[in-house]
């Protein structure tokens, strides 16, 4: 899976931590796995993550993915005013 973003995007993203801080953590499967969150990754190794330990099969993984997608896609367009 690539899940490379751009510099660009890499730069905003980086800009957007020290700026407001860490708002979303990366998501961390029962092994460990990255579920969601490998930009954040990139950006810095050591930025906060959970691990959620009732995930455990490649469904379970995709649930949580789109689920977190729809949750943030509802919140950019809440300060996209």
Excluded: C
Aim: hydrophobic share 30%; proline share 2%; aromatic share 4%.
């Amino acid at each position: 899976m690539d899940n490379k973003i751009s510099k660009h995007n890499t730069k905003g993203l980086e800009k957007s931590e020290k700026k407001i801080g860490q708002l979303y953590p990366i998501l961390r499967d029962a092994e460990g796995k990255v579920i969601d969150g490998w930009h954040r990754l990139d950006v810095n190794p050591q930025w906060k993550s959970i691990t959620l330990e009732d995930v455990k099969t490649e469904e379970d993984r995709l649930i949580i993915s789109a689920a977190r997608a729809r949750n943030v896609k509802r919140i950019d367009e809440s300060f996209s005013g």
